[in-house]
């Protein structure tokens, strides 16, 4: 029962926080939109108490009349027929404006979601499929739009004739009326039993829609991988499984949806014979004051009563499911975001004859950490060198699970420092700390002097210039890819970045050259190629600070010594960290750190570190292997 009580309440909280959306973007066309449905509803019920009035005091009247006067029944169908072009025009106009409402909704809902996407953590998206956060944006959002164009109106539609239709029963007929609060009572138990056995079931669909979802999506992404290992027949099972769910708790949810309809239509049909019979009766025995005019009206009502029933019958499922796709959506957009308490920000910098730095507004080539102190209300400015320093930091991407452990290291102005080890032992871990991706529990690491714990996450990451393993490209030319390092770079420091990558060459022998189309990743290019454009990228953002994770691993031997000259070319005068498994890109380190089981073993100079053979020495004479 707690459980059940709980659900309700959420919906309830969820369905308010929607129409907040509703009313606050849209507020006066909504109250357009409630009038005209109000218009309409009343407009509807006017045409079936209209026939009481027809029958007893405009038709039955004339009957046997030697000269009938039809003056005034004209003039009666004319005020109906005014009646029912206004019930028209209401239901054309707010169908219309719900179409706009709608749309104007799921576009601030999609960019509530994306934006807030936009603030989330990394670990955010380690924890779920790309498949996943995907439905919000399609399944989900597609069921808010149904339901506030169809099913919304169509609810307040059904409300107010079930109001005015009930109130007019009760003025024709108490004693009939009786009746009807009594199937009222049966209705809406019914629609209580049904409808909690399918709105249980539309939840679980939409969250298997998700789980298929994401499971396609990661499947394609990685349809290579599937066919080399001959993984096809274990894919379709699992897709069937998951299938399998998605198609139970669709039927499951759509039967009883589906029988929610026909029993309450067979219902109204009961209710039709009982209140027939029983006016019948009272009209005979002259009871209640029921004439011919009211049995008519009466009866049309009975049916009109009965049709909001069923109307919001057909709409539940919509509701429904939209209910359970606006708690996910929801889900996101109360996500927390990423914690960014940082008050030093990076700046535009130059010094004057004496030294002194001072901020400024146009781009000099020379960076600087702006450090408010609050104490006195004074700003100190730092000039941005590289120096980076990690100092006895421990970090674990879950508390119960250390990946480093007590970790100290330093990177001067300049140096290159590389990272050596096997998979697991915390090199990509380190340059994720260094860009904050992920926050340390003990230590700190230090930033020209700054703990980066104060500084500004955006401003810190400007700072870096990162080249992944996994080089991802974005639709569009690949001048627009490479200015992805820095959206203010001209055309001529796009064609120098790529000059330095060594990516110049292979660009003017394609097509269209820079103006090439990319698309799904740039499939259409070598993963060489796309690697060399991810460090074009990095080069026209021109950083003092890079990192480069297994920058090469996807170039094969004679393109590395090309990028790798150009890569010197890049390095000059940055702060590099390095992570790689060929070890001859890292022989001119400034400094080699091995790692082992998240701990250093090992630190030097490509010379002392042979000299001393131990693990570095074993690993580069090819007596211990990288796993």
């Known amino acids: 029962m707690n459980k059940k009580k709980r659900i309700s309440k959420n919906d309830i909280k969820t369905a308010k926080r929607l129409l907040k959306y509703v009313t606050e973007t849209y507020k006066f066309r909504f109250v357009l939109v409630f009038i005209c449905i109000l218009i309409s509803a009343v407009a509807s019920i006017s045409v079936s108490l209209s026939l009481k009035f027809m029958l007893d005091d405009y038709i039955i009247p004339l009957i046997g009349q030697q000269n009938p006067n039809y003056t005034e029944l004209y003039q009666a169908l004319g005020v109906l027929a005014c009646i029912f072009i206004a019930g028209v025009l209401a239901t054309f106009t707010y169908t219309r404006l719900m179409v706009y409402i709608g ?79 009594v199937v009222i009572g049966i209705m809406m138990k019914v629609t209580g039993k049904i409808g909690g056995n399918s709105g249980k079931y539309f939840v679980k669909q939409q969250n298997s829609l998700a789980d298929v979802t994401g499971f396609v999506e990661e499947r394609m992404n990685g349809q290579r991988v599937v066919k080399v290992f001959n993984h096809e ?11 399998e769910a998605l198609f139970e708790s669709a039927s499951q949810a759509n039967k009883f949806a589906n029988m929610m309809g026909p029993v309450i239509g067979n219902i109204g049909n009961l ?18 004051g029921i004439t011919l005019g009211v049995m008519a ?96 930091v421990t970090f674990g991407y879950k508390d119960d699970k250390v990946i480093l452990h007590d970790i100290s ?60 393993q996994d080089t991802h490209l974005f639709t569009g030319t690949i001048m627009d890819n490479i200015r992805y390092g820095n959206l203010n770079a001209t055309d001529e420091q796009v064609y120098e970045a790529a000059k330095l990558a060594h990516a110049d060459q292979f660009i003017k022998m394609l097509p269209h050259g820079y103006q090439t189309l990319l698309s799904g990743d740039g499939e259409e290019l070598s993963q060489g190629q796309r690697q060399l454009l991810s460090i074009a990228r990095a080069a026209v953002a021109n950083p003092p600070v890079l990192i480069l994770d297994e920058a090469t691993s996807s170039i094969d031997t ?63 004479t090819g007596k211990l292997e990288l796993s």
């Open 103 to 181: 749309q104007g909704v799921l576009k601030r809902v999609r960019d509530d979601m994306f934006e807030h996407m936009q603030t989330l953590p990394i670990r955010y998206f380690d924890e779920r499929t790309n498949g996943s956060i995907m439905s919000l944006y399609t399944n989900d959002t597609d069921a808010l739009r149904q339901m506030i164009s169809q099913a919304i109106p169509q609810a307040l539609m059904s409300l107010f004739t079930i109001i005015v239709t009930f109130i007019s029963m009760l003025v024709l007929s108490p004693i009939l009326t009786v009746l009807a609060f």
């Open 233 to 243: 027949r274990i894919s379709e099972q699992e897709f069937d499984e998951l299938n």
């Open 271 to 288: 209710q039709f014979v009982l209140t027939a019979v029983l006016g019948g009766f009272l009209s005979v025995a002259g009871v209640g």
């Open 297 to 392: 009206s009466y009866l049309q009502f009975t049916k009109s009563f009965t049709q909001p029933f069923m109307q919001v019958a057909q709409q539940f499922n919509s509701i429904v499911m939209a209910l359970a796709g606006a708690e996910r959506i929801f889900a996101l957009i109360d996500e927390e975001p990423e914690k960014d308490e940082g008050y030093v920000t990076l700046v535009n910098a130059k010094k004057d004859a004496d030294g002194n730095i001072t901020e400024c507004k146009e781009r000099t080539g020379m960076w600087a950490w702006k450090h408010p102190h609050s104490a006195d209300g004074s700003v100190t400015y730092t000039e941005l060198t590289g120096d980076v320093r990690f100092e006895d």
């Open 409 to 468: 290291l330093f990177a001067k102005p300049g140096q290159k420092l590389a990272f050596v080890g096997s998979t697991g032992a915390g090199k990509t871990t380190i340059t994720n700390l260094i860009n904050r991706f992920y926050d340390i529990q003990e230590g700190k690491i230090r930033y020209d002097g700054i703990n980066i714990d104060k500084i500004k996450k955006d401003d810190l990451r400007r700072s870096l210039g990162i080249v992944l």
């Open 558 to 620: 004679r393109t590395e010594s090309i990028v790798q000259k150009g890569m010197d070319n890049l390095m000059k005068g940055r702060t590099v960290f390095v992570i790689a498994h060929r070890l001859s890109t890292i022989r001119n380190s400034n400094a080699i750190i091995v790692l082992e089981h998240g701990k250093i073993i090992e630190r030097g100079d490509h010379e002392d570190l042979i000299k001393n053979k131990g693990t570095y020495y074993q690993l580069y």
